[in-house]
């Protein structure tokens, strides 16, 4: 039986019985060592790092959980590639081939290349908005939000309902709900709505993918109204894997198909190339719409670069060429979502709280579920993050109240219903028996969960506060 049709319980969390193991689809040619330190190294660690653990060194880490974003193990074709890096200021070859690469994989006319993500979230912002409108989008992402209200818009959630809820099973919680968007268009007028936000496997709610149902929805729902859609495509390759899997019509289609037509219900993408494309640094802004390009086109002279590189080396161009094909590999994908499935299989079998179903790119603890008697101003997620380094060293993040920031008019926390503890996958890099010391990790905070007391906020940046935020426990 092969690879592609025999069956996995990583498909079906907890159906151990009559499973057949499975390997990732490629070998390991170069390692990295790894160190554990010990209990009292770690207590100073997190200590002299305010229990943020975005402040901890990465030599204090054991297993590093707090992002997919530039963590990647790149292949040796990629490596390869970087030794073709043409490093000339105008006109690189690479970025001529990352141009034709965007093109026939993800179908977009224009591509401004950009250092990484949040540059072409800025840039996109920058062209599209105009102080006083509004931007609608299935949950905000940090960096997103911002970039949207510092150029003046107002940012909407218009998610659907099972998103914020971490017990619920439907399969594409990232879907926009249809109603709350005619609402907000009905209320604000389409024309002071420059764009919708679409984000494929929503980050915030736990990796969650949108069907293909629904974003052939919302752009028959904005087209009626002139709106255009700019997706988040950072992790769209997962959610084609999702997609493949779960709706009607897309078993037997190849993952690098589903992604095409996925993207030809949009106008254009931002993307960090520093997740589904495999490398370390680099994203870009696309679209199709020659006007927003030849303005994001200027403006990417100003901030990030010139246009034919936008911040990157020509040599990280090419790997993001090859990195997007390689993602494209239904074998690779489907291993990649599986890793994140088998920690989430372990979890499960000890009844610890998580956002369900399994997202792409993470396993979502609930904080709440684990600290109950802690207030959310306590800060749960930050806690927990904290005690997860503290028990084992390894890294996680928080995605909770100290994520969402505070209100722009009235200074208070957003108190956002979903309190979670990231514990995010990095591509190609860990095995699965480093799975099994991260469930063993979480499990030993589960059991402990009782004596744990909050956190105090000590040092609150202006900006993004959850990168540099400093905390104290509480007596």
Same mark, same amino acid.
């Given at each position: 039986m092969d690879e592609q049709s025999r069956p996995s319980s990583l498909h079906t969390m907890g159906q151990q019985q009559d499973r057949r193991s499975w390997a990732e689809p490629y070998k390991i040619k170069v390692v990295e060592p790894l160190y554990? &330190? =010990? %209990?009292?190294?770690? @207590?100073?660690?997190? /200590?002299?790092?305010?229990?943020?653990?975005?402040?901890?060194?990465?030599?204090?880490?054991?297993?590093?959980?707090?992002?997919d974003s530039g963590t990647n193990a790149m292949s040796d074709r990629q490596w390869a590639g970087m030794m073709v890096g043409d490093e000339a200021y105008a006109g690189s070859e690479n970025f001529y081939h990352l141009?034709?690469?965007v093109k026939e994989c993800y179908g977009y006319e224009y591509l401004v290349p950009t250092h990484q993500g949040r540059g072409a979230e800025n840039i996109l912002s920058s062209v599209k908005i105009t102080p006083g409108d509004h931007v609608p989008g299935n949950m905000y992402f940090? &960096? =997103? %939000?911002?970039?949207? @209200?510092?150029?003046? /818009?107002?940012?909407?959630?218009?998610?659907v309902d099972e998103a914020h809820d971490t017990s619920s099973l439907a399969e594409f919680k990232g879907n926009v709900d249809l109603d709350k968007l005619r609402?907000?268009?009905?209320?604000?007028?389409?024309?002071?709505?420059?764009?919708?936000?679409?984000?494929?496997?929503?980050?915030?709610?736990?990796?969650?993918?949108?069907?293909?149902?629904?974003m052939r929805a919302v752009r028959e729902l904005t087209a009626e109204h002139g709106i255009a859609i700019y997706l988040d495509a950072t992790r769209a390759v997962e959610n084609a894997l999702f997609i493949q899997e779960r709706e009607e019509g897309y078993a037997d289609k190849p993952i690098a198909e589903i992604l095409k037509e996925f993207c030809s219900y949009s106008d254009g993408a931002t993307m960090s190339g520093k997740k589904d494309p495999l490398v370390n640094i680099g994203g870009w802004l696309s679209t199709n719409d020659r006007e927003v390009f030849e303005e994001a086109r200027n403006m990417v002279v100003v901030y990030e670069g010139l246009h034919t590189y936008g911040g990157m080396a020509g040599r990280d161009m090419e790997a993001m060429a090859i990195g997007i094909r390689e993602?494209?590999?239904d074998s690779y994908m489907k291993s990649r979502v599986?890793?994140?499935?088998?920690?989430?299989?372990?979890?499960?079998?000890?009844g610890i709280p998580f956002v369900k179903p399994v997202g792409g790119h993470g396993i979502f603890l609930d904080a709440r579920?684990?600290?109950?008697?802690?207030?959310?101003?306590?800060?749960?997620?930050?806690?927990?993050?904290?005690?997860?380094?503290?028990?084992?060293?390894?890294?996680?993040?928080?995605?909770?109240?100290?994520s969402a920031g505070r209100d722009a008019v009235t200074s208070e926390n957003h108190k956002p219903r979903l309190e979670l503890v990231r514990l995010t996958i990095p591509r190609r890099v860990y095995t699965q028996a480093h799975m099994d010391v991260v469930a063993e990790s979480v499990k030993e905070c589960w059991d402990h969960r009782a004596s744990v007391k909050g956190l105090e906020m000590v040092y609150e940046p202006r900006y993004l506060r959850f990168f540099q935020a400093r905390f104290e426990p509480k007596v």
């Open positions: 554990m &330190t =010990t %209990r009292e190294q770690r @207590e100073k660690a997190l /200590a002299e790092a305010g229990y943020n653990t975005f402040l901890l060194h990465s030599r204090d880490v054991y297993i590093d959980l707090l992002t141009e034709r690469t940090t &960096t =997103t %939000r911002y970039h949207q @209200e510092a150029n003046g /818009a107002t940012f909407h959630d218009i998610i609402c907000l268009i009905d209320e604000v007028g389409a024309d002071k709505i420059p764009y919708v936000c679409v984000a494929a496997t929503v980050n915030m709610a736990g990796g969650q993918p949108i069907s293909m149902a629904n993602s494209l590999d599986g890793q994140v499935r088998y920690l989430g299989m372990l979890l499960e079998q000890w579920g684990f600290y109950p008697h802690l207030d959310q101003e306590e800060f749960p997620a930050q806690m927990l993050a904290a005690q997860l380094y503290l028990e084992s060293g390894v890294r996680a993040m928080e995605r909770g109240i100290v």
